[in-house]
């Protein structure tokens, strides 16, 4: 159905009694309604008209409703005439709401000022202004043509008026504000001659109907704080002011955000709103039972329009304080947003959009008829009639079966998000009666051993003690109830899980429930797992596939957001998004340094956790997931020198003529999960601020990275390779850098540039960073005195770490990785001079490939040992997944790969593996 609906035959006024009236009452107007029906309403309309109705003698309230008469028989006419569609009845309904809100509150306050002064608070000494929120669909501009409009009226200080001419009476604010809000409310709802602007509802106020009129802002925040009930955070969602000072506006909004978006994931939101929801069905049978002729809801009832705006509200809630984007008041935007993020499919959102216009549609033809805020379908059969025939259908039963399409589609994503979760199986739920029952009423450990063994847990006595340690332990037995049913739930869940999917079951077991300790008093993550079991499916999966992995996600469990869309757990990341997402977010909290670096921390984590997963599920190399975890790590690197120069008061110049540049791992893009990353910083700058301004920015970039926050730590730094090492200058400007390099460095300072590269920050210094690097890459040297400075370096690495009397070490052995990466070095500082592929830094791998392709060393030979370097990294990552930070294994294991190494040493040293 498409969103603007053309009439076949019949014309507006034969179909809309409310309009026919209009016209039959005031003939005169029918020609103005011909006119002004040719363009849709701006506010400069509003006032054009409404100044005509002042101007010929009308008193405000009057002109008002006259205008509003006008504005809503010419959206009957410009919708049922196919002029106009869904998008621009709401806009247009709700933008003139706030012109008339807008107009009467500056009309009152003239009024009430000239009787009792200027409204000033006791604290700024600043003139107030009522602040008037919209809220509902007034607050989203998706208003109904005949709805009422959701109020609520707040002001900044308290304090008194103060008068300035005689005879004006001094008054509190509170009173003050008072007395506007009770007039603003008669002049737009009381019913006269001409009917009424809007009817106003208040109970969305602070303490509903037996609350105060109006709060100040003091009054607002005490309210949320203390007694802030859950279902207000829904309706706070679409709170927008209509009227006030921008910084006032600003100043509420910073009290309203925290407790509508929790700066956590809130899961928690999905059973909330199920409840809500579950009250309003309730009422909507008890309606539908005492009066069955009126059994089709199309907002309230099942598959209706406030099932969709849950469904876009729900996530709102969950993700909001993380993700500003979602903090938009529209429905229709926000489900074009969560399409954005991947949290529904394009396709879906565009049928929930498509539903949602059929809907609101239907539900501005069911207004049409009489201007009554009703959502329920008629029972009349000729006002049936007239509605098919408003919605472009010939007769009634070809629009209930294009309804009742709609509404199933709706109710089923609704039940997909909101449904009961139940195990649909008997064994699962005598499972859960037997452990709660062992669990909970101190039943011997025999009870919870033949559970365990009956759903097949392989040593279901140790897993029995584990379980008991955790279930009594001081953490649980302190969390809510509710929270120990959920996770008693979640603990049956897991059992057949780990049977099913572990290959270890007692290492999972054992880490899911460290896991599930960590996590107990936090019930959106209790909340996670119960509404979305797939999640943990894939928990389990982790759990057994990496000890690493268990200990990450344990440590950070936000991100089990993650685990959510399968989707986004298989396609590479988009890292221009990740780019644009990352300085959105830092750029939320200017000033905010603290919020700042939880930023940077949970994006890293999550697109670490992203990458592991797939890591875990086979879909990345070795090599291919260290391109992608020093991509990361260079887009944060990135983004921490953005913000923390904005940081630096004395800062000289908008943009830094600095750069970062990376060695070791990070250089040779070889990074791992756990990594520190090895740079030095680089500037070229005249200005006499610069060095102090420059070192500062260094030095607070490594306090960005190694800070310890509630989210751990970015990465630990090390700067060790900085010109002159640790008794060298923080920072080095190009020019210095460049004259130690040819004229100071030491041989393996030289060996360290094979491996480094530009990182971030000016991209000029980063291109004549790799110039110098290519020349002394470059440069001549002496054969034998290059090839016994590398052996010396390697003996002392060699010293430093003993070998294991029966294990081989991947990294440190003799024909282990360092004997590779040394080679590597020595071959692209001998050659580069002459085979220019030799000076990329292209990769340990790719370098043995060139050196063989050049006929170097045997082709063979490179070949081998590129082979090696690449197993004995595949086998490290495997064994640091597993929490073993020290690579060892039995030696038969790598024999072939240390061989290869050892060969191509041979070839290259004549078979020294010690110094001379």
Not at 432 to 460: F, R
């Amino acid at each position: 159905m498409p969103n603007s609906i053309k009439l076949s035959s019949a014309s507006p006024s034969d179909l809309s009694r409310f309009l026919a009236r209009w016209l039959q009452a005031q003939p005169e107007r029918a020609a103005l309604l011909e006119e002004v029906s040719q363009l849709s309403f701006t506010n400069a309309r509003f006032a054009y008209f409404l100044q005509k109705e002042l101007s010929a003698g009308t008193g405000l309230p009057a002109a008002m409703r006259r205008l509003r008469n006008l504005v809503l028989c010419t959206l009957i006419q410009r919708d049922l005439n196919g002029q106009a569609d869904m998008h621009e009845v709401v806009d247009t309904i709700s933008h003139f709401a706030d012109f008339v809100v807008r107009t009467h509150v500056a009309d009152i306050s003239t009024e009430l000022q000239a009787l009792y002064g200027v409204p000033v608070g006791d604290d700024s000494g600043e003139e107030q202004e009522m602040i008037v929120l919209g809220m509902g669909k007034l607050g989203g501009y998706e208003l109904n043509v005949s709805s009422d409009i959701d109020l609520i009226f707040c002001y900044p200080e308290d304090g008194d008026t103060r008068t300035s001419e005689s005879g004006q009476k001094s008054i509190s604010n509170h009173e003050f504000f008072t007395r506007l809000g009770r007039r603003l409310i008669g002049a737009i709802s009381e019913i006269t001659a001409d009917g009424y602007s809007f009817r106003v509802d208040m109970a969305l106020r602070p303490n509903g109907q037996s609350g105060p009129l109006v709060a100040s802002f003091g009054m607002v925040e005490e309210y949320f704080l203390i007694q802030g009930r859950e279902w207000e955070r829904y309706a706070w969602v679409k709170a927008r002011a209509m009227t006030g000072k921008e910084q006032d506006i600003r100043q509420l909004e910073s009290i309203v955000r925290p407790f509508v978006y929790r700066r956590y994931l809130d899961f928690g939101a999905i059973d909330s709103l199920r409840s809500m929801h579950a009250q309003i069905r309730a009422e909507v049978l008890r309606q539908e039972t005492r009066h069955p002729e009126r059994n089709l809801n199309i907002k309230l009832g099942r598959g209706g329009i406030r099932e969709i705006e849950f469904l876009a509200q729900v996530f709102q809630i969950i993700r909001g304080g993380r993700d500003a984007g979602l903090r938009d008041r529209s429905t229709r935007n926000t489900l074009n947003a969560l399409a954005e993020r991947g949290i529904f499919t394009d396709d879906i959102v565009n049928h929930l959009l498509l539903s949602y216009s059929f809907l609101r549609n239907l539900e501005h033809r069911l207004q049409y008829l009489d201007d009554a805020q009703t959502h329920t379908f008629p029972v009349a059969d000729e006002d049936k009639l007239r509605v098919a025939r408003m919605m472009g259908y010939e007769d009634v039963n070809a629009l209930l079966q294009a309804l009742q399409a709609h509404r199933d589609f709706v109710a089923h994503q609704f039940d997909t998000i909101f449904g009961e979760k139940d195990s649909g199986c008997d064994t699962a739920e005598a499972r859960l009666a037997a452990l709660s029952s062992a669990l909970q009423n101190g039943a011997e450990e025999e009870a919870l051993i033949t559970v365990l063994e009956q759903a097949g847990m392989q040593d279901a006595a140790e897993a029995a003690r584990r379980l008991r340690v955790s279930w009594h332990s001081p953490r649980l037995q302190t969390i809510s109830e509710s929270s120990q049913q959920k996770l008693l739930q979640l603990v049956s869940g897991a059992i057949q899980l780990v049977v099913s999917h572990a290959r270890q079951q007692n290492a999972c077991w054992n880490r899911l429930l460290d896991f599930m300790e960590a996590i107990a008093r936090r019930s959106a993550y209790l909340s996670l797992l119960t509404e979305f079991p797939h999640t943990l499916d894939r928990l389990v999966r982790i759990m057994d596939a990496s000890d690493w992995a268990a200990k990450f996600l344990t440590r950070h469990p936000l991100l089990l957001d993650e685990l959510l869309d399968e989707r986004v757990l298989r396609q590479r990341p988009d890292w221009p998004q990740f780019r644009t997402e990352l300085q959105t977010a830092l750029q939320q909290h200017p000033g905010d340094v603290e919020r700042q670096l939880e930023v940077l921390r949970e994006l890293h984590h999550a697109l670490q956790f992203r990458l592991l997963t797939q890591d875990l599920e086979g879909q990345w190399t070795v090599e291919q997931l260290a391109d992608e975890l020093s991509l990361l790590a260079d887009i944060l690197v990135e983004a921490t020198i953005q913000a923390a120069w904005q940081t630096i008061a004395t800062r000289h110049r908008d943009v830094p003529r600095f750069a970062v540049i990376a060695y070791g791992k990070l250089g040779g893009k070889e990074l791992s999960y756990a990594s520190d990353l090895d740079v030095i910083f680089l500037y070229d700058d005249d200005d006499q601020d610069a060095p102090g301004n420059y070192a500062k920015l260094a030095q607070r970039f490594i306090t960005w990275m190694t800070s310890h926050t509630s989210s751990g730590i970015l990465f630990d730094i090390d700067v060790a390779l900085r010109p002159d090492g640790a008794s060298g200058l923080l920072v080095s400007s190009l020019q210095s850098f460049e004259r130690y390099q040819q004229q100071s460095a030491w041989l393996w300072e030289h060996q360290a540039l094979t491996r480094a590269r530009f990182c971030a920050g000016d991209s000029e210094i980063g291109a004549r960073f790799e110039a110098i690097r290519e020349q002394v890459l470059t440069a001549p040297r002496d054969e034998s005195h290059l090839r016994q400075e590398v052996l010396n370096m390697r003996q002392r690495m060699r010293d430093a770490n003993p070998p294991h009397p029966h294990l081989f070490d991947l990294k440190h052995d003799a024909g282990g990785m360092i004997d590779v990466e040394f080679m590597v070095q020595y071959l692209v500082l001998r050659y580069a001079a002459s085979v220019p592929a030799l000076r990329r830094n292209t990769g340990n791998i790719a370098l043995l490939q060139f050196a063989g392709d050049a006929g170097l060393i045997p082709a063979d030979q490179a070949a081998a040992c590129a082979s090696a370097y690449r197993s004995m990294r595949k086998l490290q990552h495997r064994i640091r997944l597993q929490g073993t930070e020290r690579a060892r294994v039995a030696p038969e294991l790598t024999e072939a790969e240390a061989a290869a190494a050892s060969r191509l040493w041979q070839t290259l040293f004549g078979g020294e593996q010690t110094a001379v």
